[in-house]
């Protein structure tokens, strides 16, 4: 325990000296605002800046809370997986490559204790990000579009955690095993973004996917009641983490032995 | 220019000045390691202009790929 707290904060240590620990949050909280700004003044923005014929009478529909939490969490989505996962992409990889990695095993270090400690340590600041940003948002909509039920809110967010603490348990599992952070970079994005196309066009299909929980976590928000298939796509990823999570330290360990050994 | 400065007049400042004070907060924080930083990945001039004249994205840029090996 002593030796994983030591690496716990050799890894907090680092991210703040690199300023991860501030502008990543900056960037969610970023996004977070925009969301319901924009939706705000969608209207001026359209009349002032949108070739619209003269006298053209611009009537939209203002949004509901719901559709602008939403829209925010598609953001996060986008904008803000691609940032983590390409700031975490060479969390272990860049460390194999450049030789800290020999340094830190050569003394008595499990190997459990030092990816468990670099996993807490991505998955504490994407999710603390994730939460401050998610908060700005629904200070903003509740501001300026109006109010929205607290459950809703923090279910929404619960369960959207969740799928980001897989997306960056696969980034942290996949530095480990891979050599090139370009490439488990690369794969972590494209096993999200094949997740999320499932989740989009086959629904039924993949009712306990990971990739379901954005679904879930969006409809939640419209409908304030857990939608059919909601926990099992809790359950199947919470083991879905775990999984990954014992294989890389499995597959790790075997693979450093063999390195050692050859 | 009496319309530019009615229509900001009009802007709900209270509303947008964060977003304004975290873009800076950004912008500073990254120059701030750019100009710290010895070496960067490409020439240093050419990351200043990114940091300071494409908002939100030039630094965020600078941050994930500025830096060697991603220190």
Partial sequence: MQQWKVLFRKELKESLRNYKWLWIPVVFVLLGITQPLTSYYFADIIEQFGALPEGAIVDIPPPT???VLAGTLGQFNQIGLLVLVLAFMGTVAAEKNDGTLIMVLAKPVAHFNYLTAKWVHVLVLAVSSFLLGYAAAVYYTILLIGSISFSQVVISALV????????MTLAVCLSALLNSSGLAAFATLATALILSIASIYAPDLVKGSPGMLTVYSEQYLYAGEPEDGF?????????????????????FKNQEAAKNAG | MNELIASLQEVNWPLIAPLFLLSLILMITALVDCLKRGQTNGPKILWILVIVFINFFGPIVYFLFGRRNNE
């Fill in chain 1, 231 to 251: 926990w099992l796509g809790v359950i199947v990823t919470a083991g879905l983490i775990f999984i990954m999570m014992s294989a890389a330290i499995y597959l």
């Fill in chain 1, 65 to 67: 809370s719901a559709e």
């Fill in chain 1, 160 to 167: 959207y955690c969740l799928w980001l603490c897989f997306v």
